[in-house]
């Protein structure tokens, strides 16, 4: 089959779930003969768009990769507020539609209507990954007009979910496919796609477990002695939960467990300084499974997660987890994994760190049943066949809809 997939940012240094889920794809689906191709930006900061990759066309593990020149940076002095001013309007009478439009445009990266439709045309299928930005916001349709098309929304309960541009792409798409349950749930209750949408999870590869040596370097590295530790992964913001886990641990250590520490592995910073917090900022992938690995549990206190790799990384290292149970994907993780216990308060987290400390026997039970969850469900093997069947009827729904001249929706 020959397939695009079109994302803001493309590379194997580039952090971030909708990338790192667009490569590990595009990669294996390459690795197994269909003719896969990317379209994406020459940037590899969201903050900005700043032009860092060279323009053009080049082949990188086995897939075409499409490079295009950001024409200016994002210019966030007037983008801010009309994103604030947008998004905050959205479930009530909502910014003009030259203003959504407008904010999608300036949201960025803009990759050009006419590479998009060369590209798409050319192809069975156009695979776009990540709603938030202009490559789906401003494109989705273009490709449409020309080929079947796949929206892979990676979609968190946020204000920018309920625009009314977003709606438009989701009618654009021929398919919808979401990485989790609670993730299509939302999806189908706000944009009402459930008809043409699949579950269909990440895939994660095996990992191999760190030596005691590298775990020992690591707890070295960061200072953390012998001292019992929860590790957070991923970028250090409020919407993602950091500044909550950094004051519930805070007053963990100074209730109830004096050595607890917190590791927060990610780019970013906390509001302010909290006491046996460790901000790790960007680790290798080696020191970052290490840590992870010698962590008494990994915990995810986002609320806006579409599937969470960091988890799932967590369980096939055998750790357990605690997670926000406020977040429909991370508790459906847990409730259908057995691997993680939940908290929407304090009260909620203190319990859960108390039990994981007091009962080793506890941690290696839910730990198990969390690689077990992993190894099961997000095996390529299992994955593969499940992307490629929603594929297939996004190929059928497109065709019949090109042969009938009719909308994507």
């Known amino acids: 089959?020959?397939?695009?997939?079109?994302?803001?940012?493309?590379?194997?240094?580039?952090?971030?779930?909708?990338?790192?889920?667009?490569?590990?794809?595009?990669?294996?689906?390459?690795?197994?003969?269909?003719?896969?191709?990317?379209?994406?930006s020459?940037?590899?900061s969201y903050a900005d768009w700043a032009n860092v990759y060279e323009p053009g066309t080049a082949e990188v593990d086995g897939v075409v990769v499409h490079r295009v020149p950001v024409l200016e940076p994002r210019p966030n002095d007037?983008?801010?507020?009309?994103?604030?001013?947008?998004?905050?309007?959205?479930?009530?009478?909502?910014?003009?539609?030259?203003?959504?439009q407008r904010w999608a445009t300036m949201m960025g990266p803009e990759l050009g209507e006419a590479v998009i439709r060369e590209v798409a045309r050319r192809m069975d299928v156009v695979v776009f990954v990540g709603y938030h930005y202009a490559h789906s916001l401003m494109y989705v349709g273009a490709a449409a007009a020309v080929a079947p098309t796949v929206l892979v929304p990676t979609a968190h309960p946020e204000g920018a979910f309920m625009v009314g541009w977003v709606r438009r792409m989701f009618e654009h798409a021929d398919h919808v496919?979401?990485?989790?349950?609670?993730e299509g749930a939302l999806v189908d209750s706000v944009h009402h796609c459930g008809h043409r949408t699949t579950v269909v999870g990440c895939p994660v590869e095996?990992?191999?477990?760190?030596?005691?040596?590298?775990?020992?370097?690591?707890?070295?590295?960061?200072g953390l002695g012998d001292d019992p530790y929860l590790i957070t992964i991923g970028r250090l913001d409020p919407a993602k939960g950091s500044d909550e886990a950094a004051r519930y641990s805070k007053l963990v250590r100074r209730g109830v467990a004096p050595d607890l520490r917190l590791v927060m592995v990610g780019p970013g910073n906390l509001n302010e300084k909290r006491s046996g917090v460790v901000n790790a900022g960007f680790v290798d992938n080696d020191e970052k499974l290490a840590l992870l690995a010698g962590a008494t549990a990994l915990l995810q206190p986002s609320y806006m997660e579409s599937f969470s790799l960091a988890l799932v990384e967590g369980w096939l290292l055998g750790r357990p987890a605690i997670v926000q149970g406020r977040n429909a994907v991370l508790k459906g993780h847990a409730d259908r994994s057995g691997g993680a216990l939940t908290y929407t308060d304090y009260l909620g987290f203190e319990a859960a760190c108390v039990a994981?400390?007091?009962?080793?026997?506890?941690?290696d039970r839910?730990?198990?049943?969390?690689?077990?969850?992993?190894?099961?469900?997000?095996?390529?093997?299992?994955?593969?066949?499940?992307?490629?069947?929603?594929?297939?009827?996004a190929v059928s729904t497109g065709r019949n809809r090109l042969e009938r001249g009719g909308r994507a929706a």
Do not use: N
Request: with cysteine; aromatic share 8%.
């Open 356 to 363: 994981l400390l007091e009962s080793p026997d506890l941690r």
């Open 177 to 182: 496919v979401c990485l989790a349950e609670g």
């Open 78 to 100: 007037r983008f801010t507020p009309l994103h604030v001013r947008v998004v905050s309007r959205a479930t009530r009478p909502p910014v003009w539609p030259y203003g959504q």
């Open 42 to 44: 020459c940037a590899t």
């Open 1 to 40: 089959m020959r397939i695009a997939f079109v994302v803001q940012r493309y590379g194997p240094e580039v952090v971030g779930g909708a990338e790192k889920y667009t490569w590990d794809m595009a990669t294996g689906l390459a690795r197994e003969g269909h003719d896969v191709e990317v379209v994406t």
């Open 366 to 393: 839910l730990g198990e049943r969390g690689r077990a969850y992993s190894r099961e469900q997000y095996d390529w093997g299992r994955v593969r066949p499940g992307f490629m069947a929603a594929l297939d009827q």
């Open 206 to 222: 095996p990992i191999e477990m760190p030596s005691a040596e590298a775990i020992a370097e690591a707890r070295a590295t960061h």
